[in-house]
């Protein structure tokens, strides 16, 4: 057996092994160990500010660290609490005004059926009262069966938020430890065997993590920017609300902007309002490009992946996890191929 034969065989069982691995640590290890894999993430982010107040500042390492956690809290509090406090109020209107809502609704559903009947010659009313029939039985099967189901499991979700709590408490209990005594477990990770593969390993999936939130992050926060702006230049009074959701949505696979402006447009050009479909299609447009412009220059060599491959591993992850797939799959494929790269230019 040739040399290079053997490289190609040790290559095809690296690349079965670091999916088996993958597989493993995501389907068994990681729902029992994410609290600290997150608190972890946040006490690297804090740790060069506690840094700054124990070296520059004088500061005791555990004041500066719980100094650092307070402000942290605060300023991630106060943000949450202006999200939210939108959020509430714009909620409260459209809640207030659904009346008004709901008629507007009723009467270009009408209009629209009714162009559709006249279109292909059909009795009138035929399209809209299926179409009428066919909400309220959905919204008699929600009050029956639904609703009862969500009571009655009032208990399980007292236990859910009972575990939230428990995970919130020793999630920022982890962060305190991990940030106060960073270096201490830096220096007792140099003894060990493996460092130089623990370091590796770490500083590789850092990048890439690092890159991919960062710029979805950024790119999130940009098209929700700008699809407010198009909500408010349309008379949208939810533009906030509306402009945060569509930007959790772009940042989503497979789904993005399109999946909410392209029909919306379409319900206005069949509602007549061309002015709110043009404004609402050219808001699709910019973001789209701005995903296609800013994401390889914010993820750069780190999260390079042509579009056959993304498709394939967000299937693939699906298909092994759930929802939750679909977005760590991308990023299991790189981690496999820069391992894999690594290991062939040796």
């Not at 106060?78 to 005004?97: D, H, P, R, T």
């Not at 005594?181 to 370091?199: C, G, L, P, T, W």
């Not at 699709?284 to 390889?296: A, D, M, Q, T």
Request: aromatic residues 14%; glycine residues 8%; proline residues 3%.
């Amino acid at each position: 057996m040739t040399r290079t034969t053997k490289k190609k065989i040790t290559t095809l069982m690296l690349v079965g092994g670091l999916f088996i691995a993958s597989y493993i640590t995501l389907k068994y290890i990681f729902p029992l160990v994410w609290p600290f894999v997150l608190a972890y993430g946040i006490a690297v982010l804090v740790s060069p500010i506690v840094r700054f107040l124990v070296n520059k500042l004088n500061f005791h390492k555990t004041a500066a660290t719980i100094l650092t956690l307070c402000f942290s809290l605060l300023g991630v509090g106060v943000i949450l609490f202006f999200i939210v406090n939108g959020i509430v109020v714009q909620s409260i209107k459209f809640i207030e005004k659904w009346p008004e809502y709901e008629k507007v609704f009723l009467d270009s559903a009408k209009n629209m059926c009714g162009g559709i009947e006249t279109f292909f010659k059909m009795d009138k009313g035929t399209i809209y009262n299926t179409v009428s029939d066919g909400a309220a039985r959905a919204m008699v099967n929600w009050q029956e069966n639904v609703m009862p189901t969500i009571m009655s499991n009032s208990v399980k979700t007292i236990k859910t938020m009972v575990d939230i709590i428990i995970v919130l408490v020793l999630t920022i209990m982890a962060v305190f430890f991990l940030t106060r005594d960073m270096d201490k477990y830096r220096n007792v990770s140099q003894d060990n065997i493996f460092y130089k593969e623990i370091r590796y390993m770490r500083g590789l999936v850092s990048r890439i993590v690092k890159a991919y939130v960062r710029s979805q992050f950024i790119i999130m926060s940009v098209v929700a920017f700008v699809c407010a702006i198009g909500l408010v230049m349309i008379g949208n009074n939810y533009y906030i609300v509306l402009g945060i959701i569509i930007g959790i949505l772009d940042a989503l696979p497979l789904i993005g902007v399109g999946a909410v402006m392209v029909p919306w447009s379409v319900i206005y050009i069949a509602m007549g309002s061309y002015y709110k479909a043009a404004v609402l299609f050219v808001v699709f447009l910019l973001c789209y490009f701005i995903r296609e412009y800013l994401e390889p220059r914010l993820m750069g060599k780190h999260m390079g992946i042509t579009p056959i491959a993304s498709l394939l591993s967000i299937y693939v992850g699906y298909g092994l996890f759930g929802f939750l797939g679909m977005i760590v799959g991308p990023l299991v494929y790189v981690l496999i191929r820069e391992i894999v790269g690594r290991y062939s230019n040796t």
